[in-house]
């Protein structure tokens, strides 16, 4: 099976602009969570999507938003770029049932300047 | 809310001598455990879980990790690391029902030739 895809993989954008960042998760998998990473705050979740509906929400602003797709791919939107947005942004998906085991993609590393 | 504390920052350690890293986490209600590792420009892969049943837990690359419900704590133990086990460790907590993942801030194992 394929693992969980992440595209572009970096990325540079200046301060207003927006981003879309993409995210393909396991065949099979419904459910796709975004995460956040900074060496100053770690890992903070950002949203998780399961078959087309938002199910859980982290503490971020809503410049930050998020879909996902009827074949389980999701994207998420940043609009009006922060330098503090400057982060590597993870994708992980799983199945959504009980032992939620989540399998992680390699990143997307978005530099604001 | 879930909380998860990683006591040390950075683990320094020999090559070839056993190694801890700690975990606690805040909340005693039902919880399920996991330990992942990130290797330098990666996502992060699950080294081990734990759903219910017996507190020992055996992972990949010859982890493991003790579920302790009255210290509310979760330890991470090899007993002889390789250079190879060089990288980031986080520990999350999950509680019952459809809850996202907490993790904690991460531990730096660095080994030593």
Known sequence: KAGVTQTPRYLIKTRGQQVTLSCSPISGHRSVSWYQQTPGQGLQFLFEYFSETQRNKGNFPGRFSGRQFSNSRSEMNVSTLELGDSALYLCASSSGGKDYEQYFGPGTRLTVT | ?113
């Open chain 2, 1 to 113: 809310a879930q909380s998860v504390t990683q006591l040390d920052s950075q683990v320094p350690v020999f090559e070839e001598a056993p190694v801890e890293l700690r975990c606690n986490y805040s909340s005693s209600v039902s919880v399920y455990l996991f330990w992942y590792v990130q290797y330098p420009n990666q996502g992060l892969q699950l080294l081990l879980k734990y759903l219910s049943g017996s507190t020992l837990v055996k992972g990949i690359n010859g982890f493991e990790a003790e579920f302790n419900k009255s210290q509310t704590s979760f330890h991470l133990r090899k007993p002889s690391v390789h250079i190879s086990d060089t990288a980031e460790y986080f520990c999350a907590v999950r509680n019952s029902g459809n809850t996202p993942l907490v993790f904690g801030k991460g531990t730096r194992l660095s080994v030593i030739a």
